[in-house]
Every structure is written in C-alpha cells, then in structure tokens.
C-alpha cells in the first residue's frame, strides 16, 4: 500500500504544481488543479492516519498503563485492554520508550521517561524480573 500512497503523493504534488503555474500566468481555472492537487496530496496521510486509528482504537487519546503480575493494562477513555504476559514476546528498550512487541497485536509504546524516576526504576526492575529487559550494569568507581 505505502508505494500507491507515495504515488499519490508525486500525483497530488504534480497537480498542484500545475494548477500554481497557471494561476500565476492569470489562466483563471488554474485555482482549480491546485485546489485538487492539494487533496490528493493531503489524501495518503489521511487514510493511513484513519486506518491506523481504526485499527488500535488509541491513537488521539491520552493512554496510561498498568503493570500488575497478570498483565499490562492499557486505559482510555473509551479503550481498556489487558494483555497477559504471556503474549509479550519481547521488550526493546529506546532512550525514552519501552516498546512491548505483543503477539499478533501492535506494540505498546510505554514512555518510561515520563514516570517519576523512582517509578521508572521499579517498573523496569518488574520487566527485569519478568526476563523482558536486560539487567543495566552501572559502572562502579
């Protein structure tokens, strides 16, 4: 699908590429192809950001999680999902993220560097203990 999205792009840039050169030498439809050139390359974003949205239901809402000895629960306002630890098969570790690759299912993106550090500590001593990060060696002095 993403190589008929960029396609759509170059189609969109074209046209309103098109449409601005015959605005400026004063052909009056030219307002025309830039309007539509315009829309068709606004369109791939749209349908990628709706179809994204339509698949997780999270996207634009604000999400907290829970981490329990069960599962990890993901909230929203109109979303509450629970995905046993069983099914997070692995867990990257990124300067400001951990991301739970969970099976058959998008990953979880939980913001570590927004919990109060003493949270942060403890929560990933939890995924230690689970055996889904790496243990952090500290040098010593």
Not at 75 to 100: C, D, M, R
């Amino acid at each position: 699908m993403g190589g008929k999205l960029l396609r759509l792009y170059v189609l969109g840039a074209v046209l309103a590429a098109v449409g601005i050169v015959m605005f400026a030498n004063d052909v009056a439809s030219g307002a025309a192809p830039a309007a539509i050139g315009a829309g068709v390359f606004c369109f791939p974003w749209l349908v990628s950001r709706a179809a994204a949205q339509a698949k997780t239901g999270l996207l634009g809402e604000t999400v907290t999680y829970d981490l329990t000895d069960v599962d990890v629960q993901a909230h929203t306002k109109s979303l509450n999902v629970g995905y046993t630890w069983e099914s997070v098969q692995a867990v990257k570790e990124t300067p400001e993220f951990w991301i739970l690759t969970v099976a058959k299912i998008n990953p979880l993106v939980l913001p570590w560097t927004e919990l109060p550090p003493a949270a942060a500590a403890e929560a990933r001593e939890f995924l230690v203990a689970r055996g889904l990060l790496a243990v952090r060696h500290t040098p010593t002095s």
